[in-house]
């Protein structure tokens, strides 16, 4: 029992034994070897392996077998072509073909019979024409002229019939196929005769093409667009980079000297200049600085931070004179040099920064506790006192329910106190001051805490918290704070003013109603806590 190879042939798989196989390996090996590995060759290889599995298809159909046999492979190779025929000279080669096509006149089996395909390489529209003239043995050039024609005689009527042969008529997509279109065998003499004529006709169609005048004028019109192009795009970089150039030399210039009289000045060059308001940073930084840092590290800090912001802003400028003016220098060295200057300044805040940390890690908390003296009250008024600040708003700064704010020339440090009511456990009004800070340690924090300074007035039932606390002239801002509680015996009532609803924080009630709708209204302590007292 004779072995079975699985083998794909060109796409199409197939079962061949042993022998067929060795002599088609051979054959093709042959094949292979004559052609060679270049393009040309192997587009001939590929259209042979197509009408050889085109072949076998054929022979399985007509025998009803699935394995190729070796007498398939004799017949494969016979109407091919054996590769002593195609591999000696030109005219042992022209007198194998005509001893070929003489055998095939006369054995029915090898007739070629034409079949109507649409050629592809000659072809208007879908390349019908084209196929039938090439069937017919007609110029395609007549087919059309007719077709034409035809349009005005039959009204139109051989359009829908091109359409349907369009649809209908298989397209010549191989080498075999075009040449069975012509009523040639394919053969490896006829497929390798094809593919080279058409590489001919295209290689004869574009050397026309490249001698042709409208080529050489194309070319150069070509090319002086391309020359125009260039230039245009050229002026237009230039025009883009001193565009560029010039704002960045503005940004520069603007933000250096701003950020230069905020150092040293104390407010910034913006405020002076106000029609130049968002072209540069804004910086206020003496006066303010000392509340945040300690003294001994605050020049440190500042010159670490100069060189920081104002060697990029020095860049910026440079880089910027550079575009406009395109003078020559050493950037590596300037960039190196700039670059280790800014790397120690990085490393100088950092280090700074860290050791100003260290005076926030403990915290310390002192409570003051004052009896209200007003035994016959049964309601206290709670009011917001006179805000001393409000005209000095225009230069502040935000900071934790902190403000920083300038007044008479100097900087002032603010915070909002935190209102809340619970109730007494004693038969007394009693308000409550707990003021808290952070230190290095716990005596520290004690000692930033007597810097803060809050009062409130009492006048008969009426209670005027101060909107704000400050701290004294020199302090540092170390998360102070002031909570203000206000204790009310049961069965007595506090009356919440309008203005409370700057300083109130999360009063508790019985109705669950948000702070901004308590204000305005009387509340009265009961065993549950708040409720609203409508009388």
């Given at each position: 029992?004779?072995?079975?190879?699985?083998?794909?042939?060109?796409?199409?798989?197939?079962?061949?034994?042993?022998?067929?196989?060795?002599?088609?390996?051979?054959?093709?090996?042959?094949?292979?070897?004559?052609?060679?590995?270049?393009?040309?060759?192997?587009?001939?290889?590929?259209?042979?392996?197509?009408?050889?599995?085109?072949?076998?298809?054929?022979?399985?159909?007509?025998?009803?077998?699935?394995?190729?046999?070796?007498?398939?492979?004799?017949?494969?190779?016979?109407?091919?072509?054996?590769?002593?025929?195609?591999?000696?000279?030109?005219?042992?080669?022209?007198?194998?073909?005509?001893?070929?096509?003489?055998?095939?006149?006369?054995?029915?089996?090898?007739?070629?019979?034409?079949?109507?395909?649409?050629?592809?390489?000659?072809?208007?529209?879908?390349?019908?024409?084209?196929?039938?003239?090439?069937?017919?043995?007609?110029?395609?050039?007549?087919?059309?002229?007719?077709?034409?024609?035809?349009?005005?005689?039959?009204?139109?009527?051989?359009?829908?019939?091109?359409?349907?042969?369009?649809?209908?008529?298989?397209?010549?997509?191989?080498?075999?196929?075009?040449?069975?279109?012509?009523?040639?065998e394919a053969t490896v003499s006829n497929i390798e005769k094809s593919i080279k004529e058409e590489v001919t006709e295209v290689k004869a169609s574009y050397k026309k093409f490249r001698s042709s005048d409208s080529y050489n004028k194309g070319r150069e019109?070509?090319?002086?667009?391309?020359?125009?192009?260039?230039?245009?795009?050229?002026?237009?970089?230039?025009?883009?980079?001193?565009?560029?150039?010039?704002?960045?030399?503005?940004?520069?210039?603007?933000?250096?000297?701003?950020?230069?009289?905020?150092?040293?000045?104390?407010?910034?060059?913006?405020?002076?200049?106000?029609?130049?308001?968002?072209?540069?940073?804004?910086?206020?930084?003496?006066?303010?600085?000392?509340?945040?840092?300690?003294?001994?590290?605050?020049?440190?800090?500042?010159?670490?931070?100069?060189?920081?912001?104002?060697?990029?802003?020095?860049?910026?400028?440079?880089?910027?004179?550079?575009?406009?003016?395109?003078?020559?220098?050493?950037?590596?060295?300037?960039?190196?040099?700039?670059?280790?200057?800014?790397?120690?300044?990085?490393?100088?805040?950092?280090?700074?920064?860290?050791?100003?940390?260290?005076?926030?890690?403990?915290?310390?908390?002192?409570?003051?506790?004052?009896?209200?003296?007003?035994?016959?009250?049964?309601?206290?008024?709670?009011?917001?006192?006179?805000?001393?600040?409000?005209?000095?708003?225009?230069?502040?700064?935000?900071?934790?329910?902190?403000?920083?704010?300038?007044?008479?020339?100097?900087?002032?440090?603010?915070?909002?106190?935190?209102?809340?009511?619970?109730?007494?456990?004693?038969?007394?009004?009693?308000?409550?001051?707990?003021?808290k800070a952070r230190g290095g340690s716990s005596e520290e924090a004690k000692d930033h805490v007597e810097e803060i300074v809050y009062r409130y007035d009492v006048k008969d039932s009426t209670i005027y918290f101060n909107p704000y606390y400050r701290l004294?002239?020199?302090?540092?801002?170390?998360?102070?704070?002031?909570?203000?509680?206000v204790k009310v015996p049961e069965g007595k009532r506090v009356y919440l003013d309008d203005d409370l609803i700057k300083i109130i924080y999360d009063i508790e009630n019985v109705s669950n109603t948000w702070d901004g709708d308590m204000v305005g209204k009387?509340?009265?302590?009961?065993?549950?806590?708040?409720?609203?007292?409508?009388?």
């Open positions: 029992m004779k072995k079975t190879f699985t083998i794909n042939i060109s796409g199409s798989v197939f079962h061949i034994d042993e022998d067929a196989y060795q002599k088609l390996q051979t054959y093709l090996q042959m094949l292979n070897a004559h052609f060679g590995s270049d393009e040309e060759g192997r587009e001939i290889l590929q259209d042979i392996e197509t009408r050889i599995a085109e072949l076998f298809s054929e022979k399985m159909s007509k025998e009803d077998k699935n394995v190729i046999l070796e007498s398939w492979v004799d017949d494969v190779i016979s109407r091919m072509g054996k590769p002593e025929d195609f591999m000696e000279g030109e005219e042992e080669e022209e007198e194998t073909e005509k001893a070929t096509e003489g055998a095939a006149g006369s054995t029915a089996t090898n007739k070629i019979k034409r079949r109507m395909y649409r050629d592809p390489d000659h072809r208007v529209l879908g390349g019908v024409c084209g196929g039938m003239g090439a069937y017919f043995g007609v110029d395609p050039v007549v087919l059309r002229i007719i077709c034409f024609v035809l349009i005005f005689l039959t009204s139109g009527a051989i359009i829908p019939v091109y359409l349907l042969l369009w649809i209908a008529v298989p397209k010549a997509k191989t080498t075999a196929q075009r040449l069975e279109m012509r009523g040639q019109q070509v090319g002086r667009f391309g020359e125009m192009t260039y230039s245009v795009l050229r002026v237009l970089l230039k025009v883009v980079v001193v565009i560029v150039g010039v704002g960045l030399i503005l940004f520069g210039f603007v933000g250096l000297l701003s950020f230069l009289t905020s150092m040293i000045v104390g407010h910034s060059f913006m405020e002076a200049a106000p029609w130049l308001s968002g072209l540069g940073p804004e910086f206020h930084v003496p006066g303010v600085a000392n509340y945040f840092i300690s003294a001994g590290s605050l020049t440190i800090l500042l010159v670490a931070i100069a060189f920081l912001v104002g060697i990029p802003l020095l860049g910026i400028l440079f880089v910027g004179t550079k575009m406009v003016f395109r003078f020559k220098t050493n950037n590596k060295l300037i960039f190196l040099g700039a670059l280790g200057v800014w790397l120690v300044a990085l490393v100088t805040v950092i280090v700074v920064s860290l050791a100003q940390v260290d005076d926030y890690s403990k915290q310390t908390t002192v409570s003051e506790s004052n009896v209200v003296s007003c035994e016959d009250c049964e309601t206290l008024y709670l009011k917001l006192g006179d805000d001393n600040y409000s005209q000095n708003y225009y230069d502040y700064m935000d900071l934790d329910r902190m403000k920083v704010i300038s007044e008479n020339g100097e900087t002032i440090l603010l915070g909002n106190p935190r209102l809340d009511v619970e109730s007494s456990s004693t038969d007394d009004f009693v308000i409550l001051i707990r003021k004294e002239q020199g302090s540092r801002w170390l998360q102070q704070e002031v909570d203000i509680t009387y509340w009265r302590m009961t065993p549950l806590g708040l409720e609203e007292d409508p009388s």
